[in-house]
């Protein structure tokens, strides 16, 4: 039972920080547009019924929040950003489009504030509690988070799933592989908001479904473990395979409407602009793999990328649409050192910014204090990244040492987590030579969010036998 | 890379609610010069992250007092008196640490902030830009040394001392909690008197490691005694 100071320390914590995310950011509704928002509109146009719907040039569940809050006059964008030709416009409410970024702000606190709720209720020292609520709400209202709720693409959508997903799945990985918690109703119900998140969240950035890759490794692990020896406290034989199964077909299915989708195009040919044609022997290479380079691909060459060129060589499109995605992982496997060296320098990339860059902040709200306390919650240092795995170990290490079932059921949430998070970091980096940061956001927020979150898990553990 | 500033800090605060959530039962002298030291500590690393942002005379004071001169001396007299719990000497030392602190509190209020302001560097650790920053008089500065030596020596020596009393000298496990109270006082000690005030890597993690080591020892030093019925010096 929460002591009623610790309640009342929380709510004080609680107020003080939605006042802060309140106040200080532009208000809520206030939104820019950029250019991929047209698309996401014309996503949402498509009946939901059709199979276009799912492979549409923009991510199904970015489509269907659009769809489902587009008012009977429909949008109107009056105010667009694109830093990459040095465009910006100062947020502004946009008609129709206000639902958009009302939802989108909204959303977000939610899933903050969900999640701050549930890390607390998972921790059994009150101070540890109130630390964790104030550093949860602290990373997601600072200003690397909150921006990007005015900005109308699909990072912001994703995150705050991400968020929603993250909080079930804490509150629901203890109950699922602790003996002393037997399933019940809200069980089963965890279980049925994790699977519509997880559905929503997979479908709203392409890279995100590599996530689950190392969520069915897992869970095959745990089969094999099952099959070799009964562990009692693991799920039955049963619903691991029932689980795994439905995983993979949500990545397939993903993965199927994706390659129907061709939005995947676009950022191979910035691939081929920036990672082969520069370089004859791997031009050599695609040339080896069929891949039409003619004098009409070539005259493209010096193109900074997000080319529309490629689209009319219909020679060059037959030959991507076939082969395209096969011969690049290929490529990238006969050059092992070169994948290897542009992941860690891409990993310097997607660290080194922590804002939006679609608007400039009005420093009046946006103080520099706050953006100072933001930046330390949001490192721009891809040591982040050992941080996390040494903390996953020591969390590791202490819930194995104290048997700790519950414990050990979060550390193997956050072990996946982890390598889920790097995994999507390399196909994040080797999906898209353009926009490297943006594109990695959605990797790299959770592995900062990693450093403020497992130090209260940590310290409840060392606290248990204190 | 600031952040493993903040990040010392919530170890240390986390450090604090492990310590505040002790039983009453388990709450000895010992115990409580450890949670102060660790308020010490807090509010060093509190001040260092103000001083990261700008610069403000009372955290620069605050900083000399909290972090400069004292939470080593109460980490060290938390170890004697874990040590020797019963020992009417070592609680007239405590009682001097009290009184030395509070004295050197009202030094450190009237210390000014010199000319060196208007060449500090939010980017540079506070503590390579203390020297010229505070103008401490003589009785402030040998206060300062005095606290941390003391807390310094007796971190250092305190475990080694009672290693070599124990019996089971040969068992590798004794070993590690008493090096990581010597590791940890040696890193929170050495980056107090850094001449050169250019932020590193190894500066940071210093900043990180020190408490972690320091706290990690003494709780697992206290535990792994209790434990096997380590003799406690009870004179």
Known sequence: MTKLWVVIAIVAVVVFLLFVRLTAYEPIGVSISTYDTNAFIAAGRISFLSPEFFTSDRPATIGLFYKLLEPGTGYRITALS??????????????????????????????????????????ANPGLQILAVLLVLGFGFSPAIAEW?????????????????????IELMPRLLTRSQRPNSWTSTFLVLWSIVSVLWVFARDTNAYLLLIVIAGLIAFLIMQWR????????????????????????VHNFTLQQSGRWINPFFNNILHNVLPF???????????????????????????????????????????????????????????TLAKFFSGVEVAFSENRQPFFFPNEDRTTPAIQYVGDLFHPRSSSVIWVVLIETAVYGW???????????????????LFFGEILMLFISIHGDALGIVRHTMGSVMPLRLSVWLLPPFILDLVSITS | ??????????????????????????????????????????????????????????????????????????????????????????RWLSIAVVVGSIGLFALVLISRVTAAQDWYSTAKPIHGQMGDLLATNRPTRWGSITLNLYGLITLAAGPVYLLFLQPSKRDLSHWGPPLLIALGAIMLYVPLYLTSSAPSLGFYLVELFGPVALFAGLKNFTWHSLRTGGKRKTR
């Open chain 1, 82 to 123: 694109s830093p990459a030709e040095d465009i910006y416009q100062a947020p502004a409410i946009q008609p129709g489009l206000e639902r958009v970024a009302i939802a989108q702000g909204l959303l977000s606190i939610s899933a903050w504030l969900l999640l701050a709720v549930v890390v607390a209720r998972r921790l």
């Open chain 1, 149 to 169: 709720d005015s900005v109308l693409l699909s990072e912001p959508v994703s995150l705050f799933f991400f968020v929603i997903l993250l909080a079930i799945s």
């Open chain 1, 229 to 252: 020896r009964k562990i009692t406290s693991l799920p039955n034989t049963q619903a691991l395979v029932f689980a795994s199964l439905g995983l993979t077909l949500l990545f397939l």
């Open chain 1, 280 to 338: 004859p022997d791997r031009v050599a290479f695609f040339e080896s793999k069929g891949m039409p380079i003619t004098d009409e691909v070539w005259a493209l060459r010096n193109s900074p990328g997000n080319e529309d060129g490629f689209f009319q060589i219909r020679e060059l499109m037959a030959w991507t649409t076939a082969h395209g995605t096969s011969t690049y992982v290929r490529f990238l496997l006969a050059y092992p050192g070169w």
């Open chain 1, 398 to 416: 202490l819930a194995l040492r104290k048997g700790q079932k519950g414990s050990i059921s979060l550390f193997l949430m956050f072990s996946a």
């Open chain 2, 1 to 90: 890379m600031p952040y493993l500033l903040l990040l010392a800090l919530v170890l240390v605060a986390a450090f604090i609610c492990v310590q505040i959530s002790l039983p009453v039962g388990k709450r000895s002298p010992s115990q409580t010069f450890l949670l102060i030291g660790l308020f010490f500590l807090s509010i060093g690393l509190v001040t260092e992250l103000v001083l990261g942002f700008a610069l403000d005379e009372r955290a620069v004071r605050l900083f000399y007092w909290a972090r400069g001169s004292l939470a080593l001396a109460w980490f060290g007299q938390s170890l004697l008196l874990f040590l020797f719990p019963n020992n009417p000497r070592i």
